[in-house]
Structures are given as structure tokens and as C-alpha cells.
């Protein structure tokens, strides 16, 4: 599968490279032009959101492997718990949905050398409205804040029209 490449942070003025995840969506946004190379040709796509899908997955490329050795990239995306698509669909498309907005319900991450290091993943339980991180057998509470200083590796959305929090809420 095609992952969202983290390759755009500005490493001369961070210690850690960092880009927004707006930034990595505008590759689908019908209007950003990608360089897509074949064994004979090189032309250029445009990628473009037709559906809202009920869930929302996010890959982010971390892992580079060549024929010698495998590279970890350790940009951080920053990402808000909760963001609106709208601006990455055209009018036509979130025309015919109640909701364009997404809750983050789990983020996967990557810590560590890219041949080792760990995952953990953040979950988020809506009926108590907590975070927790689980990694192995090991489940601890977790503060909203520090799931965005996290190494994303995957991350789940769920549009908001389908979310536990919203129906209970209204």
C-alpha cells in the first residue's frame, strides 16, 4: 500500500524534523502534482478524495529499505485528535455527507531503531473518554497531549457522524 511520506520537515531549524499531517494530505487534494517514475517513464498524478470513507487509515512511510539496510525516518507529524476533510474534498463530494470531521481513535507508533525499537499503540475508549498506550501486556492512562509527540506509524480516524461521542452528545 501507498503510505503517506514524511520526507517534507524542515531539519535545518529542528532538532527532529516536523510537518504538519495537513501538509501530507495535500497529495490527495486534486490539485498537487506527484512525480510517479516506471521501469520506462516518469509522468505526473494528481490524487483525489471521491468518498469519506466511516474510517479513515493514515500510513505514514517510516521505512526506507534498500538492498544494504533498512533507514527509519523520525519525523514527527503533528496531528490534532480531531480535523475536517473538507478542505481536502471538493464541494460536490462533502455535499452529500452530515459530516466531514474525524475523531482520532487509535494511533500506532514506532519507537526505536528501524531493525528493533517497539510499537505501542494509543487507543481511545469513548464510553470513559480516556487514552490509554498499550504496548505488550502493559496498559497505562494516557493525557491527550502526548499522543502527538508520538513516531505515528498508522493512525485511525472514524468520521465524526459515526462516533460514540458525537451520538451520545446530541
Not at 57 to 83: A, C, D, G, Q
Not at 100 to 123: F, Q, R, V
Amino acid at each position: 500500500s501507498s503510505g503517506i511520506n514524511a520526507e517534507y520537515g524542515d531539519s535545518d531549524h529542528n532538532i527532529i524534523p516536523q510537518v504538519p499531517i495537513y501538509r501530507l494530505l495535500e497529495k490527495y487534494n486534486n490539485l498537487t502534482e506527484m512525480e510517479h517514475k516506471t521501469y520506462d517513464a516518469t509522468f505526473l498524478r494528481r490524487f483525489e478524495i471521491t468518498k469519506l470513507p466511516r474510517y479513515l487509515v493514515l500510513s505514514i512511510k517510516r521505512f526506507t529499505e534498500n538492498r544494504f539496510f533498512v533507514e527509519k525516518n523520525p519525523t514527527i507529524v503533528n496531528f490534532p485528535i480531531s480535523f475536517d476533510m473538507a478542505e481536502f474534498i471538493e464541494t460536490k463530494v462533502s455535499d452529500k455527507y452530515t459530516s466531514t470531521e474525524y475523531n482520532l481513535l487509535s494511533n500506532i507508533c514506532h519507537d526505536g531503531p528501524a531493525k528493533g525499537g517497539t510499537y505501542s499503540t494509543h487507543l481511545h475508549l469513548s464510553s470513559a473518554t480516556q487514552w490509554f498506550e498499550l504496548q505488550d501486556l502493559h496498559v497505562t492512562k494516557l493525557q491527550p497531549q502526548m499522543i502527538t509527540l508520538s513516531e505515528s506509524y498508522i493512525q485511525i480516524y472514524e468520521r465524526a457522524d459515526f462516533s460514540v461521542d458525537t451520538k451520545m452528545s446530541s
